[in-house]
Every structure is written in structure tokens, then in C-alpha cells.
């Protein structure tokens, strides 16, 4: 007896639903990372100001922040460190051109905000530090 064989076809890939599937889940990803924010590492409740302007030259890519919180700590960019290597690390920052400005809460201590200043100066950085308000 005689049996029919059929003829096996080789398995394939459609590509065109892989193709579909990974658009969609690049679109995916490219939409939920926009909507990502860095999230500040102090909060300070800045102090008012009814004639301050935008600084002009500040981008917010190359800004460098300098943060003093109400309990008198200190953040370079995010990052806390101590009052003795401000004026060190702020160096490679004026070095490298890039903007600094300063972010005080209303409530920190005066005198921390002298010595901060103070280690602004030897670390190079003079003129005018834009500083950083809320407007009325």
C-alpha cells in the first residue's frame, strides 16, 4: 500500500509583524522617556523678587547649580559636599566655562551663605553670580 506524503514546507519568519511589533514598541519607549524630569535633590523655598530678570546666557543643560538648603547643606549639582572642597571643585567648573548660579533657600543661615561666597572667590569665580528667585 501506497501512502500519499505530503511535501513539508520549511518554516518561516514574517517579518512584516516583527516589524510592526518593534515600531510600536519604539514609539513606546521614545514617548515615556520624554516625559522623564530629574527630580531636585534639595528642596529650598527660593525668596521673592518683583525685578528680577531671567539670566540670559543660562543654558539648562550647562548650568551648574549651587544649592545651600535650609539646614545650611551644600549641593554642587545635585551632589552634597562639604564647605572645605567648594572652592577645589568649583574650579573645574570655572575652567570649563560653565555657568554657575546660585540656588539659597530662604530660610538658610546668612553666615553659610557668606562662607559659600567666600568659597566661590577662591575658587576663581568673580563678578556677578546669577542667583536664583521666584518672581511675585
Known amino acids: 500500500m501506497k501512502f500519499y506524503q505530503r511535501k513539508r514546507r520549511t518554516p518561516t519568519v514574517i ?3 516583527l516589524i510592526d511589533i518593534f515600531a510600536i514598541l519604539l514609539i ?3 514617548v515615556t522617556s520624554t ?3 530629574s527630580q531636585p535633590a534639595v528642596n529650598i523655598k527660593l525668596p ?3 525685578t528680577a ?3 540670559p546666557a543660562a543654558d539648562a543643560a550647562t548650568l551648574a547649580e549651587l544649592s545651600v538648603s535650609p539646614e545650611g547643606e551644600i549641593h554642587l549639582d545635585g ?3 562639604p564647605l572645605e572642597t567648594l572652592a577645589s571643585r568649583i574650579r573645574p567648573i570655572k575652567d570649563a566655562n560653565r555657568p554657575l548660579a546660585l540656588k539659597a533657600d530662604t530660610h538658610a ?3 553659610i551663605i557668606v562662607r559659600v561666597l567666600d568659597a566661590l572667590k577662591e575658587g576663581g569665580i568673580t563678578g556677578n553670580l546669577p542667583a536664583f528667585t521666584e518672581t511675585k
Open 35 to 37: 516625559f522623564r524630569r
Open 28 to 30: 513606546f519607549v521614545i
Open 109 to 111: 543661615p546668612f553666615g
Open 79 to 81: 551632589e552634597p559636599i
Open 48 to 50: 521673592e523678587s518683583t
Open 15 to 17: 517579518i512584516v509583524s
Open 53 to 55: 530678570a531671567p539670566h
